[in-house]
């Protein structure tokens, strides 16, 4: 029984050991950084942290990364609501073709699609906007909401949908006042994974962006190229991206063990 | 049994449009250059398969290609045997729960970027926790931008700190679903653990993995950022993995034809895989 | 094959129980006899299922002794106890076929192939599967997934107790009698000791040879199905068996005799000595009587339902409900009544426990 609970306990430590390292170095001076290796902060400093939160072009990288994680949430989450309701209720002609063609635009490379992006969103006119970036990111999101969300409605039993029209339910207030209530766990899992995989991408959101919307990923990787070797601004900056996800995680706690099971166990 | 109602299609059509608009119109883009070539000023001539013919006769993409490959089963067999082991090992219910599921599932939630600069802190040879005590602890020679092996050593265990609790997380679903009775019956029937694990565990986690595995190999198939953060495709082009090739051609060289024509390629082989791993796993379903 | 034996048997969940309150089991002293058909019955969370697990090993219990013949084995796994048992739930091995489910007590203990096909065989015949031996157990309907589960459980021969844990449950109730008969004749034919835990009065009945009642972690009454229903040793026993329950009426003993407010009852013999002052009568609906007039219990008739082939009639004595059971004629709710019980089968119960003797009527 000891030796069966060292297992998770070695991984957790393996899992914390590089966050612990980008911490510490994010409250180190510069000076401490250069002059070798340091298991602990010798003289903690703040200095890091007060740059990135005074200067606009630094957190202005996380308010646009939040804004367009939060639009592609909402969105993503709400066309796919309907959508999956349709694939697990109703047969209609191509739904199975349909539903595959969907995931496959998961398996796309992001790689594939920077260019073509950079191109389709300059021809509307949404370069460089948090619409833009949030909608891209719909690529992937929104296969991945519409099966969450089929797999979570699929075990609810028809009968509920039966038994409302019964009760002289229509079908929006009975979809809103029974149904979303019925898989509320399904839409939260949804919505964790949209955030999740809209907050951690970085190709297309740094492509699609210049000035306007740029994301904290895309500042970062300006401090590190043009000011040469800023390690504790740079600890600092990725310190900060992790608290969004730190946060979100631990409201849904309570959700992971089942919610990871998609549905479908 | 589902019923027969056409009108489903209105609930799925701005589901399709948003996809649609996201994929069809860069996908068409991508195939338009795949067969044309360009001199630039927006002059384009037809190619025809050419670029195809070229991408798939160059060393270089059987190279990337084949780093992809050895990248992709590398993390898979190490990630999916090591999460089922610790989801095995994790309590099933009290206090930790909640702790190990939250530390656990935390690294899923850092940009991917960060993830690279932050494993690039972790490995530098005088200043970083792992770099320091492999150069100066164990006396290795640890340095990942001059020494392939060790630039490989390192996106792997990279990858399997990112991902592994994907699979525990996972794995984990499919234990805690398994009533207890499973568990009692086999005492009772005289099974050994690794019967238990073998008849009851493994069979109750198959969908769940399947999900993983088939997450982890799209994943993994498509990654970028995180190596191109860490090691930037080197030392040399030993870590250039498929997308990082790609990006290569397409934005550093401008390339066109050739990475798109690549695009289509490797897109098709991540389709084509995925399908092969799905049918394979599902086809015991479907006897009897 | 074994005798069982349970001695002085306590079990608490909690690590430091503090009272009564705090034990699923208070104090169990009982002997399973070898061969025997047993029922467990009791309402839920009366500690049947813990009783079941202690004795499987799935739990050890907090203090006292099983032993198996002579041998203690209150510490030993389930897998050392030769011991099978089938869940609520049926648990099967779902990647295997019916003849491996089957097969796969015997192989984890090392039986060869030969044995293992003679047992499997005979069982399947015995459980009318035969023809299924060679499908995957996920497919099969709940029914004769649970029929693999006590198959499995049959199928070593040398099994010191086979117990069933409700395991009709999940099955619908017109295969529920099906199974229920399958398992008495199984019974019968494998002579192993079995034990069927229940909340079902019906399925405890039929199935069992001898009923022990449970109640809030006690053992109220063992007794064959007969003595259950006609001397119930506690009044809990009176209401859990038989439909309607036993009548149960508050009374006054004094000058040896039972007083249900000025009426004199007649009871099936002496009473306790010292059972003087409050206690209850005790009288099944099926021994109460009414006639229009005559001698009896003033009543007013409530209600009468129909259940079929008799007619169980409501009447208030006072402020007291009294049932009572007819075959044929039946009085109209509202009309006034006497009820009269039958002498041989009224007794008389001293805080909740049987205190009187069959034998000469008492004035």
Known sequence: ?????????????????????????SFKTTNEILAGFSLFPQTWTF??????????????????????????????VMVALPAAYAFSRYSFVGDKQLFFWLLTNRMAPAAVFALPFFQLYSAVGLFDTHLAVALAHCLFNI????????????????????????????????????????????????????????????????TLT???????????????????????????????????????????????????????? | ??????????????????????????????????????????????????????????????????????????????????????????????????????????????????????????????????????????????????????????????????????????????????????????????????????????????????????????????????????TGGGPGNSTTLLSIDLVKIALGQFDLGPAAAMSLIYFAITLFVSWLFYTLMTLNDNKN | MAQITLSNLRHSYSPNPSGDADYALKKIDLTWNDGGAYALLGPSGCGKSTLLNIISGLLVPSEGKILFDDQDVTSLPPAQRNIAQVFQFPVIYDTMTVYDNLAFPLRNRGRDEATVKERVTAIAEMLEVTDMLNTRAANLSPDNKQKISMGRGLVRQDVNVVMFDEPLTVIDPHLKWKLRSKLKELHQRVKATMIYVTHDQT??????????????????????????????????????????????????????????????????????SNSDGAAEIGIRPEFVSVSGNGSGLDAKVRKVADVGRHKVVEAMAGDRRIHAILEGDAPNAGDSIKLAFKQSQTRLYKDGWLASTPGEGVQ
């Open chain 1, 47 to 76: 200095e890091n942290y007060t740059e990135i939160l005074t200067d606009p072009t630094w957190y202005w990288g996380y308010i646009n990364s939040i804004i367009y994680v939060t639009m592609n949430t909402v969105i993503s």
């Open chain 2, 1 to 230: 049994m589902k019923t027969q109602n056409q009108r489903a299609w209105w609930f799925v059509t701005p589901v399709l449009l948003l996809v649609a608009f996201n994929a069809l119109i860069p996908m068409m883009t991508v195939v338009n250059y795949s067969v044309q070539e360009t001199f630039g000023d927006n002059l384009f001539f037809w190619q025809g398969l050419d670029w195809f013919e070229q991408v798939l006769t160059s060393e270089r993409f059987h190279n990337a290609l084949g780093r992809q490959f050895l990248f992709t089963f590398l993390i898979l067999i190490i990630e999916v045997p090591l999460g089922i082991a610790i989801a095995l090992s994790m309590p099933k219910k009290g206090p930790w729960v909640p702790f190990c599921l939250v530390t656990m599932a935390l690294p899923m939630l850092i940009p991917w970027n960060v993830v690279g600069a932050m494993w690039n802190i972790f490995t530098l040879p005088d200043i970083g926790l792992l770099g320091y005590f492999m150069n100066h602890t164990l006396g290795l020679s640890y340095d990942m931008t001059q020494d392939p092996f060790a630039a490989w050593v390192t996106i792997i265990v990279m990858d399997v700190w990112h991902w592994t609790s994907l699979v525990v997380l996972l794995a984990y679903a499919g234990l805690v679903s398994i009533p207890n009775a499973y568990y009692q019956a086999a005492e009772i029937d005289g099974a050994s653990n690794w019967a238990v694990f073998r008849f009851i565990q493994l069979p109750k986690m198959k969908t769940v993995l399947t999900i993983a595995i088939l997450l982890r190999f799209m994943d993994s198939f498509n990654i970028y950022t995180e190596p191109f953060v860490l």
């Open chain 1, 210 to 265: 210049a000035v306007e919307a740029k994301p904290i990923a895309a500042v970062m990787t300006r401090t590190a190229s043009s000011a040469g070797y800023e390690l504790g601004l740079l600890a600092a900056a990725g310190t900060l991206t992790i608290i969004p996800g730190a946060i979100v995680i631990y409201f849904v706690r309570n959700y992971i063990a089942k919610g990871f099971a998609l549905g479908r166990v």
């Open chain 3, 203 to 272: 399925e405890a009945l039929t199935f069992a040879d001898q009923v022990v009642v449970m109640q809030e972690g006690e053992i109220v009454q063992i007794g064959t199905p007969v003595e259950l229903f006609e001397r119930p040793a506690h009044t809990f026993v009176g209401h859990f068996i038989g439909s309607p329950g036993m009548n149960v009426l508050p009374c006054d003993v004094r000058d040896g005799g039972a007083f249900f407010g000025d009426e004199l009852i007649r009871l099936e013999g002496p009473v306790q």
């Open chain 1, 143 to 206: 296969p991945l909401a519409v099966w969450i969300l089929e797999g979570f409605m699929s075990g609810v039993p028809k009968e509920l949908d039966e038994t409302a029209y019964v009760d002289g339910y229509s079908f929006p207030r009975f979809f809103v006042t029974i149904f979303l209530p019925a898989i509320k766990s399904g839409v939260g899992v949804a919505a964790f994974f949209c955030f999740m995989f809209s907050w951690v991408e970085m190709l297309l959101s740094k």
């Open chain 1, 1 to 25: 029984m000891r030796l069966k609970s060292l297992v998770p306990a070695l991984y957790i430590l393996f899992l914390m050991l590089p966050i612990y390292w980008l911490v510490a170095m």
